[in-house]
Structure formats: C-alpha cells, structure tokens
C-alpha cells in the first residue's frame, strides 16, 4: 500500500506570493490533517478534513486555507506568503472507524517551503 | 488546554544500551490517546507507538515499550537495544478523544536522540 504523497518535496516561494500544496492520503484513508513544523514554534496543528469537510481548526490566520476532494486527496493554500510562513507542512491521514476508537496518524515526508 | 513537555532537548545512548525519553502531559480531559513518533533528517513522521488513557496495560511494540503513569501524567518512551538507526528525534504526542471525532494531535518539542557506535 502506497504511504501518503506530499507534493512537492520543497518549493521556493517570493513574499507576497501563495503557494498550493497537495496531499494524497493513503487508500480508504478519508481524514487527511494539515501541520505546520519550525524549528521556533515546533508542529501545530493546521486543519483536518474529513469527507470533504473541515472539521477542526487550528490558531492560524485566514491566509491558510485547505480543501478536500471526494476522493480524500486535500490540498492547502497559503496566500500572501510571508518570511515567517517558511516551514516543513506535514500532512497526515488516518483510517477512521473500527474497533479502537483512537488510531494513529499515517504522515507524509512533508514540503518544505521556504519564502524569500 | 492540552500539553505536552519533553524536558531532554537532546540524549545520547550507546549502541545496544536502553534509553528513556521523558514526556509528562497536561489535560483536564478523562479520555485522551498518547503517540510516540521518530521523525528522522528525511522529515517523515513516523508512529512508534500508542497508549490509551483506559489501557490498564503499558504499551510495547517490538523495542518499544511506554511507560504509562497516569497519575503522574508520564509518558516515557523507552527504548530497548538501541540501534544507529535510531538516531533521530522523537516526539511525544496527544489527542483528547472525549470531544468526539475531531483529530487534533498536540506535539511536545522533541527530543533529538543520537546513538553512538
């Protein structure tokens, strides 16, 4: 089974830009969250879809926006990029029902992006 | 709201010793799911292992075994047999489930493990 694709790798971006990032959770995987890891505020917590609805949010401003499609593959949008936006985005899905109520979070190798 | 500390920003083991990493938490909530991930330079996340706030029984997976206190608020991963591939960091984890299906892991601020030969 193919683990979750985090597309691209890394990207280089100007201020004021936005930039897209893709996410492709593993198979049957439908809950696909978003993180955003610095070496100065460590991994928070962005935002998790799940059957194309945002579920949950974290503390970040309206310039960071997501989206699900039916086929659980997710993409976030950063708009108006700013020197403090360059970070690894990590995303992370999850099978979701099942016997245990909590489960593990499969993530990708993330996208590191850098804003100059 | 939830918390989690690592207090080791870095430890050093040698090859084939056993290691702990430390991890205390903080919520007010009565069910709620611990992790241990190993993230290494490539930057993928990678899940160890998990301890539920009902398991009476401490979690193990292989060379990996939690050392759950509760009444302590303690996490500790340990690390059986340590291996250079180990070499990583680690991070500690947690989700409060009492609030229904929403999934937001909370991550401590690692420990950086390196093993020596």
């Known amino acids: 089974k193919a683990g979750v694709t985090q597309t691209p790798r890394y990207l280089i971006k100007t201020r004021g830009q936005q930039v897209t990032l893709s996410c492709s959770p593993i198979s049957g995987h439908r809950s696909v969250s978003w993180y955003q890891q610095t070496p100065g505020q460590g991994l928070q917590f962005l935002f998790e879809?799940?059957?194309?609805?945002?579920?949950n949010k974290g503390n970040f401003p309206g310039r960071f926006s997501g989206r699900q499609f039916s086929n659980s593959r997710s993409e976030m949008n950063v708009s108006t990029l700013e020197l403090g936006d360059s970070a690894l985005y990590l995303c992370?899905?999850?099978?979701?029902?099942?016997?245990?109520?909590?489960?593990?979070?499969?993530f990708g190798q993330g996208t590191r992006l850098t804003v100059v | 709201a939830q918390k989690i500390t690592q207090t080791q920003p870095g430890m050093f083991v040698q090859e084939k010793e056993a290691v702990t990493l430390d991890c205390t938490y903080d919520?007010?909530?009565?069910?709620?799911?611990l992790f241990w991930y190993k993230q290494p330079s490539s930057g993928e996340m990678i899940f160890l292992i998990y301890?539920?706030?009902?398991?009476?029984q401490n979690a193990t997976e292989g060379r990996y075994s939690l050392n759950f206190q509760k009444a302590r608020k303690s996490a500790n991963l340990v690390i059986s047999a340590s291996q250079l591939g180990d070499s990583a960091m680690y991070f500690c984890?947690?989700?409060?489930?009492?609030?229904?299906?929403?999934?937001?892991?909370?991550f401590g601020k690692g420990t950086l493990l390196t093993v020596n030969p």
């Open positions: 919520t007010s909530d009565q069910s709620y799911g």
């Open positions: 992370a899905s999850r099978p979701t029902g099942g016997r245990r109520r909590d489960t593990e979070a499969f």
């Open positions: 301890q539920g706030s009902y398991d009476e």
């Open positions: 984890a947690m989700r409060e489930t009492s609030g229904g299906s929403n999934y937001k892991l909370t």
């Open positions: 879809y799940f059957s194309e609805t945002q579920r």
